[in-house]
């Protein structure tokens, strides 16, 4: 599907145009990995909205990104039950192997890191959200370990361009 | 033992799947009623069993139904609240992930009950795996005939659709959960009127937590004294308690009603990390005042919690040991409300403001004489006075740290240093 047939199908599902915006940007964002105006624009004009409404979402929740984000959103909670299991050092550590204070993004373009409100997830804190994944009962060990295969996992990107294919005539 | 009731697909390797909830008699319940009830017949059989909300509130859940217009010129909608953002809550997600049939069934039966042909299930963005199961359920349920048109062959319509949140607090409190599920930003509407008379697109609406829905399925198969028989009467039926922080076995725990809070966490839990003391415990997420470890005697139901000052909320349990600064959880949870303030109202959103920094001050060693005296006239100043309950709970659980932990707070003035670091 297209970002304009899966916004559409969104649509669908609301007697209001209005009410398939939220639903609308986080398609978009999947798509441009966030939210610069010209997307927003798109967006408003797809669903035939206002675009005051639009931006207007988009500044308000947290989960939309109007400033790109790196490869990788490290996303750590810090709020009580994760604080009381250690997020704080956590943090720390992040902060200094990334060398980047929280809502920054490393100049490779591979983490930012923030830190967020509970995630709903405290039976196994500390938690932090990498993309769409959680991962729960860290401490530093489980945090370098899960780093590596982050770092890992974006070189394979890199090598699984495809290869220069040796040419027939060779 | 007490046997789980809403956790007892929990632990199934397939138990998020159709067939699992099937083989488990899911959605019989459904068919029951659609062969045997009037809608009115389940909104008595909901008011007999006492079921009050698992949200926050405690509201009765058959009497809330009962406020929906029976004649609307406008289609009446069911909307869930699965937004599930109060600091040490993690229920609503695990039944979502493991169980969402059971959700589904809770709805179906539910809109049949109060006559909405649709759903909307505000699912709060972060919840990925939630998301995609309940996506999968719903496409299960509609090939099984269980949602959608002429449902199990009875007239009834229903169908259910998920509104995923995008990272905002306030989306839980039920009329600004409107508000975004009408495409606008999430700030609370003014009641009246209720949403029951005009709600979601202004129509009659009903708002019902995860939990609260999942207990309706149960309530039609095995009765309503059935529920009553569990727990306190006022407060009664099997209860989903979270509990995090610093004990041995944190986790999900399904168990009566009214409970005391002492066998929750001593026994259940494990108790207090080796070594360590229980110092407080918040009983029913941050919103909730702390209770002292004196106070664990408590009962874990609406009244009982009320009675001592405190509250049920999300029974998200967190426990504090005696290695832990009050100050600095004290502290935490009022940057957290600040932070998820929409910024309606000035006392909620400037006296939060200033309570953060004089809170920040003290924790930091930097407090001065009249910094407590201060925090408690912003306490008066914020509670009742806000537009929702998001200030209320802010300014409920610092004066209840004031109260309990006084020493700690003096301590870090006197001394100029926090004495826990
Ligand atoms: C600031 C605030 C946040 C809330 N968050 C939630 C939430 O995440 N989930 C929820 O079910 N209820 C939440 N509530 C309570 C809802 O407003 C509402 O009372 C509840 O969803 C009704 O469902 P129930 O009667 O089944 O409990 C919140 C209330 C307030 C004031
Ligand atoms: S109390 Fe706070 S969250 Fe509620 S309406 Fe006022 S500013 Fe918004
Ligand atoms: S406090 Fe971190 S997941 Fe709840």
């Given at each position: 599907?297209?970002?304009?047939?899966?916004?559409?199908?969104?649509?669908?599902?609301?007697?209001?145009?209005?009410?398939?915006?939220?639903?609308?940007?986080?398609?978009?964002?999947?798509?441009?990995?966030?939210?610069?105006?010209?997307?927003?624009?798109?967006?408003?004009?797809?669903?035939?909205?206002?675009?005051?409404?639009?931006?207007?979402?988009a500044?308000?929740?947290?989960?939309?990104?109007?400033?790109?984000?790196?490869?990788?959103?490290?996303?750590?909670?810090?709020?009580?039950?994760?604080?009381?299991?250690?997020?704080?050092?956590?943090?720390?550590?992040?902060?200094?192997?990334?060398?980047?204070?929280?809502?920054?993004?490393?100049?490779?373009?591979?983490?930012?890191?923030?830190?967020?409100?509970?995630?709903?997830?405290?039976?196994?804190?500390?938690?932090?959200?990498?993309?769409?994944?959680?991962?729960?009962?860290?401490?530093?060990?489980?945090?370098?370990?899960?780093?590596?295969?982050?770092?890992?996992?974006?070189?394979?990107?890199?090598?699984?361009?495809?290869?220069?294919?040796?040419?027939?005539?060779? | 033992?007490?046997?789980?009731?809403?956790?007892?697909?929990?632990?199934?390797?397939?138990?998020?799947?159709?067939?699992?909830?099937?083989?488990?008699?899911?959605?019989?319940?459904?068919?029951?009623?659609?062969?045997?009830?009037?809608?009115?017949?389940?909104?008595?059989?909901?008011?007999?069993?006492?079921?009050?909300?698992?949200?926050?509130?405690?509201?009765?859940?058959?009497?809330?139904?009962?406020?929906?217009?029976?004649?609307?010129?406008?289609?009446?909608?069911?909307c869930?609240?699965?937004?599930?953002?109060?600091?040490?809550?993690?229920?609503?997600?695990?039944?979502?992930?493991?169980?969402?049939?059971?959700?589904i069934?809770?709805?179906?039966?539910?809109?049949?009950?109060?006559?909405?042909?649709?759903?909307?299930?505000?699912?709060?963005?972060?919840?990925?795996?939630?998301?995609?199961?309940?996506?999968?359920?719903?496409a299960?349920?509609?090939?099984?005939?269980?949602?959608?048109?002429?449902?199990?062959?009875?007239?009834?319509?229903?169908?259910?659709?998920?509104h995923?949140?995008?990272?905002?607090?306030?989306?839980?409190?039920?009329?600004?959960?409107?508000?975004?599920?009408?495409?606008?930003?999430?700030?609370?509407?003014?009641?009246?009127?209720?949403?029951?008379?005009?709600?979601?697109?202004?129509?009659?609406?009903?708002?019902?937590?995860?939990?609260?829905?999942?207990?309706?399925?149960?309530?039609?198969?095995?009765?309503?004294?059935?529920?009553?028989?569990?727990?306190?009467?006022?407060?009664?039926?099997?209860?989903?308690?979270?509990?995090?922080?610093?004990?041995?076995?944190?986790?999900?725990y399904?168990?009566?009603?009214?409970?005391?809070?002492?066998?929750?966490?001593?026994?259940?839990?494990?108790?207090?990390?080796?070594?360590?003391?229980?110092?407080?415990?918040i009983?029913?997420?941050?919103?909730?005042?702390?209770?002292?470890?004196?106070?664990?005697?408590?009962?874990?139901?609406?009244?009982?919690?009320?009675?001592?000052?405190?509250?049920?909320?999300?029974?998200?349990?967190?426990?504090?040991?005696?290695?832990?600064?009050?100050?600095?959880?004290?502290?935490?949870?009022?940057e957290f409300?600040?932070?998820?303030?929409?910024?309606?109202?000035?006392?909620?959103?400037?006296?939060?403001?200033?309570?953060?920094?004089?809170?920040?001050?003290?924790?930091?060693?930097?407090?001065?004489?009249?910094?407590?005296?201060?925090?408690?006239?912003?306490?008066?100043?914020?509670?009742?006075?806000?537009?929702?309950?998001l200030?209320?709970?802010?300014?409920?659980?610092?004066?209840?740290?004031?109260?309990?932990?006084?020493?700690?707070?003096?301590?870090?003035?006197?001394?100029?240093?926090?004495?826990f670091?």
């Amino acid at each position: 599907m297209t970002m304009r047939e899966e916004i559409e199908a969104a649509a669908a599902r609301y007697p209001s145009r209005r009410s398939a915006i939220m639903p609308a940007l986080l398609i978009a964002q999947k798509e441009h990995g966030h939210l610069p105006g010209a997307v927003l624009e798109e967006v408003a004009d797809i669903l035939g909205v206002e675009r005051i409404w639009v931006y207007e979402l988009a500044t308000f929740y947290t989960l939309f990104h109007t400033e790109p984000v790196g490869r990788f959103h490290l996303q750590l909670c810090d709020n009580v039950s994760c604080m009381l299991c250690g997020a704080e050092d956590l943090l720390r550590y992040l902060e200094a192997v990334l060398g980047t204070e929280k809502g920054e993004t490393t100049p490779d373009g591979l983490f930012t890191l923030s830190t967020v409100e509970c995630l709903g997830a405290c039976e196994v804190a500390p938690v932090m959200q990498v993309g769409d994944d959680y991962h729960g009962n860290l401490d530093i060990a489980r945090l370098e370990a899960l780093l590596e295969s982050l770092r890992a996992m974006a070189g394979q990107a890199v090598s699984a361009e495809p290869a220069p294919q040796p040419s027939a005539g060779e | 033992m007490f046997e789980p009731v809403l956790l007892r697909n929990i632990d199934l390797p397939d138990g998020h799947l159709l067939s699992s909830y099937e083989a488990g008699g899911g959605y019989e319940a459904l068919a029951k009623v659609l062969r045997e009830h009037t809608p009115d017949e389940v909104v008595e059989l909901v008011k007999q069993s006492n079921l009050r909300g698992r949200g926050g509130a405690g509201f009765p859940t058959g009497m809330k139904w009962s406020f929906v217009p029976k004649q609307s010129e406008k289609p009446k909608y069911l909307c869930c609240n699965a937004d599930e953002g109060e600091p040490g809550t993690f229920k609503d997600r695990i039944i979502m992930e493991r169980d969402p049939h059971q959700l589904i069934e809770g709805l179906a039966v539910s809109g049949y009950a109060i006559g909405a042909e649709t759903a909307y299930v505000y699912v709060r963005g972060e919840y990925v795996t939630a998301i995609r199961r309940l996506e999968q359920a719903i496409a299960e349920a509609r090939d099984a005939g269980y949602l959608g048109r002429r449902v199990l062959g009875s007239d009834l319509n229903f169908d259910v659709h998920i509104h995923c949140g995008a990272g905002a607090y306030i989306c839980g409190e039920e009329t600004a959960m409107l508000e975004s599920l009408e495409g606008r930003r999430a700030q609370p509407r003014l009641k009246p009127p209720f949403p029951a008379v005009a709600g979601l697109y202004a129509s009659p609406t009903v708002i019902n937590n995860v939990e609260t829905l999942a207990c309706v399925p149960h309530i039609v198969a095995r009765g309503a004294s059935w529920f009553r028989g569990i727990g306190p009467d006022k407060s009664p039926g099997p209860k989903l308690y979270c509990v995090s922080g610093q004990v041995r076995r944190p986790g999900l725990y399904e168990l009566p009603m009214g409970i005391a809070l002492r066998e929750l966490v001593e026994e259940h839990a494990g108790g207090p990390l080796p070594g360590r003391k229980v110092q407080a415990v918040i009983p029913g997420g941050v919103s909730a005042p702390v209770i002292p470890e004196t106070g664990l005697e408590v009962g874990m139901d609406f009244d009982s919690l009320a009675a001592v000052g405190s509250m049920l909320g999300s029974a998200g349990v967190i426990v504090v040991d005696d290695t832990t600064c009050m100050v600095k959880v004290a502290t935490r949870i009022v940057e957290f409300f600040h932070h998820e303030s929409c910024g309606k109202c000035t006392p909620c959103r400037e006296g939060l403001n200033w309570a953060v920094k004089v809170l920040r001050r003290i924790e930091a060693g930097q407090g001065t004489a009249g910094d407590l005296e201060q925090l408690e006239m912003l306490c008066k100043g914020i509670f009742g006075n806000t537009f929702c309950a998001l200030g209320d709970g802010a300014a409920m659980g610092l004066r209840a740290a004031l109260e309990h932990f006084r020493d700690e707070f003096v301590a870090h003035i006197e001394e100029r240093r926090c004495p826990f670091h």
